[in-house]
Protein backbone atom coordinates (compact mmCIF):
# COMPACT_ATOMS: atom_id res chain seq x y z
CA UNK A 1 0.00 0.00 0.00
CA UNK A 2 1.47 3.62 -0.64
CA UNK A 3 -0.79 5.23 2.13
CA UNK A 4 -1.86 8.93 1.52
CA UNK A 5 -0.11 10.23 -1.64
CA UNK A 6 0.01 13.86 -2.49
CA UNK A 7 1.22 15.93 -5.31
CA UNK A 8 2.96 18.12 -5.71
CA UNK A 9 5.43 18.16 -3.45
CA UNK A 10 6.46 22.28 -4.15
CA UNK A 11 5.11 24.97 -5.77
CA UNK A 12 5.16 27.89 -6.37
CA UNK A 13 2.42 30.44 -7.49
CA UNK A 14 1.51 34.02 -8.49
CA UNK A 15 -1.10 35.66 -6.36
CA UNK A 16 -4.08 35.54 -8.68
CA UNK A 17 -3.12 32.23 -10.35
CA UNK A 18 -5.09 29.09 -9.53
CA UNK A 19 -4.36 25.25 -8.63
CA UNK A 20 -5.32 22.05 -7.49
CA UNK A 21 -3.12 19.89 -4.42
CA UNK A 22 -4.02 16.73 -4.98
CA UNK A 23 -4.04 13.65 -2.55
CA UNK A 24 -5.26 10.22 -2.78
CA UNK A 25 -5.84 7.14 -0.84
CA UNK A 26 -5.58 3.44 -1.18
CA UNK A 27 -6.90 2.17 2.26
CA UNK A 28 -10.26 2.31 1.56
CA UNK A 29 -10.48 5.02 3.98
CA UNK A 30 -14.09 6.84 4.44
CA UNK A 31 -12.53 10.29 5.86
CA UNK A 32 -10.54 12.32 4.10
CA UNK A 33 -9.35 15.85 5.34
CA UNK A 34 -7.01 18.97 4.38
CA UNK A 35 -5.21 20.56 6.93
CA UNK A 36 -2.54 23.71 6.31
CA UNK A 37 0.34 24.26 8.60
CA UNK A 38 2.08 27.31 9.48
CA UNK A 39 4.44 28.61 12.10
CA UNK A 40 3.44 28.49 16.04
CA UNK A 41 -0.12 27.30 14.90
CA UNK A 42 -0.23 23.54 14.54
CA UNK A 43 -2.55 22.08 12.17
CA UNK A 44 -5.84 23.68 10.71
CA UNK A 45 -8.58 21.77 9.03
CA UNK A 46 -9.79 23.29 6.04
CA UNK A 47 -12.17 21.27 4.44
CA UNK A 48 -13.06 17.23 4.90
CA UNK A 49 -15.04 14.75 3.82
CA UNK A 50 -17.03 11.50 5.35
CA UNK A 51 -17.64 9.71 2.39
CA UNK A 52 -17.89 10.29 -1.64
CA UNK A 53 -20.01 12.80 -2.01
CA UNK A 54 -20.29 14.85 0.92
CA UNK A 55 -17.89 17.42 2.26
CA UNK A 56 -17.79 20.30 4.44
CA UNK A 57 -15.96 23.21 5.90
CA UNK A 58 -13.33 23.26 8.24
CA UNK A 59 -11.75 26.23 10.53
CA UNK A 60 -10.03 27.95 7.39
CA UNK A 61 -12.53 27.14 4.45
CA UNK A 62 -12.15 30.65 2.66
CA UNK A 63 -10.31 30.50 -0.25
CA UNK A 64 -10.78 26.95 -1.31
CA UNK A 65 -12.79 24.37 -2.62
CA UNK A 66 -13.17 20.88 -2.63
CA UNK A 67 -15.16 17.79 -4.05
CA UNK A 68 -15.01 14.18 -3.27
CA UNK A 69 -15.89 12.25 -6.40
CA UNK A 70 -14.12 8.91 -5.53
CA UNK A 71 -13.15 6.73 -2.09
CA UNK A 72 -9.79 7.45 -3.32
CA UNK A 73 -9.06 11.02 -3.76
CA UNK A 74 -9.61 14.41 -2.17
CA UNK A 75 -8.01 17.70 -4.50
CA UNK A 76 -8.17 20.75 -2.96
CA UNK A 77 -8.39 23.60 -5.25
CA UNK A 78 -7.12 26.91 -4.26
CA UNK A 79 -9.24 29.41 -6.46
CA UNK A 80 -7.25 32.39 -6.92
CA UNK A 81 -4.01 31.95 -4.63
CA UNK A 82 -2.70 35.19 -2.00
CA UNK A 83 0.19 35.24 -0.36
CA UNK A 84 -1.55 34.35 2.77
CA UNK A 85 -1.90 30.86 1.74
CA UNK A 86 1.52 30.03 1.59
CA UNK A 87 1.90 27.26 4.15
CA UNK A 88 2.45 23.64 3.65
CA UNK A 89 -0.59 21.54 3.24
CA UNK A 90 -1.07 18.39 4.66
CA UNK A 91 -3.88 15.84 3.41
CA UNK A 92 -4.69 13.04 5.77
CA UNK A 93 -7.51 9.87 5.99
CA UNK A 94 -9.15 7.43 8.62
CA UNK A 95 -11.68 4.99 8.82
CA UNK A 96 -14.87 7.07 9.72
CA UNK A 97 -16.17 5.50 13.04
CA UNK A 98 -16.95 7.83 16.13
CA UNK A 99 -15.52 11.33 16.39
CA UNK A 100 -11.66 11.57 17.10
CA UNK A 101 -11.22 8.03 17.50
CA UNK A 102 -9.41 7.05 14.41
CA UNK A 103 -6.10 7.42 13.81
CA UNK A 104 -5.28 9.80 10.73
CA UNK A 105 -2.99 9.13 8.53
CA UNK A 106 -0.58 11.74 6.97
CA UNK A 107 0.48 12.33 3.36
CA UNK A 108 4.22 13.84 3.39
CA UNK A 109 2.48 17.28 2.48
CA UNK A 110 2.70 19.95 0.01
CA UNK A 111 4.99 23.14 0.26
CA UNK A 112 3.46 26.16 -1.26
CA UNK A 113 4.43 29.61 -2.02
CA UNK A 114 2.38 32.42 -3.46
CA UNK A 115 4.30 35.56 -4.47
CA UNK B 1 -10.06 30.16 17.66
CA UNK B 2 -7.55 27.51 19.02
CA UNK B 3 -9.17 25.26 21.68
CA UNK B 4 -6.35 23.33 22.56
CA UNK B 5 -3.32 24.99 23.81
CA UNK B 6 -0.42 23.61 24.47
CA UNK B 7 3.09 24.12 26.87
CA UNK B 8 5.76 24.45 26.63
CA UNK B 9 6.11 25.81 23.03
CA UNK B 10 9.65 25.01 23.18
CA UNK B 11 11.75 22.26 25.14
CA UNK B 12 15.58 21.28 24.83
CA UNK B 13 16.99 18.90 27.20
CA UNK B 14 19.77 16.91 27.82
CA UNK B 15 19.33 12.97 27.31
CA UNK B 16 18.37 10.84 30.15
CA UNK B 17 16.05 14.28 31.29
CA UNK B 18 12.49 13.91 32.24
CA UNK B 19 9.85 15.79 30.56
CA UNK B 20 5.61 16.87 30.17
CA UNK B 21 3.61 18.35 27.42
CA UNK B 22 0.25 19.65 28.51
CA UNK B 23 -2.71 20.20 26.39
CA UNK B 24 -5.52 22.37 27.67
CA UNK B 25 -8.77 23.04 26.66
CA UNK B 26 -12.36 24.82 28.24
CA UNK B 27 -14.17 22.46 26.17
CA UNK B 28 -14.99 18.46 26.76
CA UNK B 29 -13.36 16.31 23.86
CA UNK B 30 -14.90 12.56 23.64
CA UNK B 31 -11.34 11.91 22.75
CA UNK B 32 -7.41 13.46 22.47
CA UNK B 33 -4.92 11.74 20.55
CA UNK B 34 -1.14 12.57 20.52
CA UNK B 35 0.88 13.03 17.16
CA UNK B 36 4.55 13.23 16.70
CA UNK B 37 5.97 15.13 13.42
CA UNK B 38 9.43 14.56 12.11
CA UNK B 39 10.53 17.77 10.11
CA UNK B 40 9.04 16.97 6.53
CA UNK B 41 7.14 14.81 6.97
CA UNK B 42 3.33 14.21 8.24
CA UNK B 43 2.07 13.86 11.78
CA UNK B 44 2.03 10.11 13.09
CA UNK B 45 -0.32 8.86 15.95
CA UNK B 46 1.12 8.15 19.27
CA UNK B 47 -1.94 7.47 21.26
CA UNK B 48 -5.34 7.86 21.43
CA UNK B 49 -7.18 8.15 25.16
CA UNK B 50 -10.99 8.31 25.58
CA UNK B 51 -12.18 7.67 29.16
CA UNK B 52 -11.80 10.35 31.70
CA UNK B 53 -8.40 9.34 33.76
CA UNK B 54 -7.02 7.21 31.85
CA UNK B 55 -3.42 6.83 31.34
CA UNK B 56 -1.72 4.68 28.73
CA UNK B 57 1.52 3.58 28.31
CA UNK B 58 4.17 3.55 25.44
CA UNK B 59 7.65 2.76 26.19
CA UNK B 60 8.88 5.72 27.75
CA UNK B 61 6.19 7.84 27.18
CA UNK B 62 3.14 7.94 29.53
CA UNK B 63 -0.52 9.57 28.49
CA UNK B 64 -3.12 10.83 30.80
CA UNK B 65 -6.65 11.84 30.14
CA UNK B 66 -7.83 14.55 32.39
CA UNK B 67 -10.66 13.08 34.57
CA UNK B 68 -12.90 15.60 33.00
CA UNK B 69 -11.36 15.27 29.58
CA UNK B 70 -10.44 18.64 28.97
CA UNK B 71 -6.89 18.15 29.52
CA UNK B 72 -4.25 15.80 28.64
CA UNK B 73 -0.37 15.44 28.94
CA UNK B 74 2.35 13.48 27.81
CA UNK B 75 5.38 12.94 29.92
CA UNK B 76 9.00 10.77 28.59
CA UNK B 77 11.02 9.24 30.97
CA UNK B 78 14.45 9.24 30.07
CA UNK B 79 14.58 11.19 27.10
CA UNK B 80 16.49 9.99 23.66
CA UNK B 81 17.77 11.76 20.92
CA UNK B 82 15.22 9.80 19.09
CA UNK B 83 12.12 11.63 21.07
CA UNK B 84 13.35 14.91 19.04
CA UNK B 85 10.01 16.12 16.80
CA UNK B 86 7.10 18.33 17.21
CA UNK B 87 3.94 17.22 19.95
CA UNK B 88 0.59 17.62 19.17
CA UNK B 89 -2.54 16.58 20.32
CA UNK B 90 -5.83 16.66 18.80
CA UNK B 91 -9.52 16.41 19.33
CA UNK B 92 -12.70 16.56 17.21
CA UNK B 93 -15.43 19.22 18.30
CA UNK B 94 -18.45 17.34 20.38
CA UNK B 95 -20.34 14.69 17.80
CA UNK B 96 -18.98 16.11 14.52
CA UNK B 97 -15.35 15.20 12.27
CA UNK B 98 -14.35 18.82 12.79
CA UNK B 99 -10.60 18.26 14.25
CA UNK B 100 -8.51 20.52 15.83
CA UNK B 101 -4.79 20.84 16.92
CA UNK B 102 -2.99 21.94 19.62
CA UNK B 103 -0.13 24.38 18.92
CA UNK B 104 2.30 22.15 19.06
CA UNK B 105 5.26 21.88 21.27
CA UNK B 106 9.00 21.36 19.45
CA UNK B 107 11.24 18.98 21.59
CA UNK B 108 15.51 18.51 21.18
CA UNK B 109 16.63 16.16 23.53
CA UNK B 110 20.64 16.81 23.37
CA UNK B 111 22.66 13.84 23.00
Known amino acids: NAGVTQTPKFQVLKTGQSMTLQCAQDMNHEYMSWYRQDPGMGLRLIHY???????DQGEVPNGYNVSRSTTEDFPLRLLSAAPSQTSVYFC??????????????FGPGTRLTVL | TQLLEQSPQFLSIQEGENLTVYCNSSSVFSSLQWYRQEPGEGPVLLVTVVTGGEVKKLKRLTFQFGDARKDSSLHITAAQPGDTGLYLCAGAYSGTYKYIFGTGTRLKVLA
Open chain 1, 92 to 105: ASSYKGPPGSNEQF
Open chain 1, 49 to 55: SVGAGIT
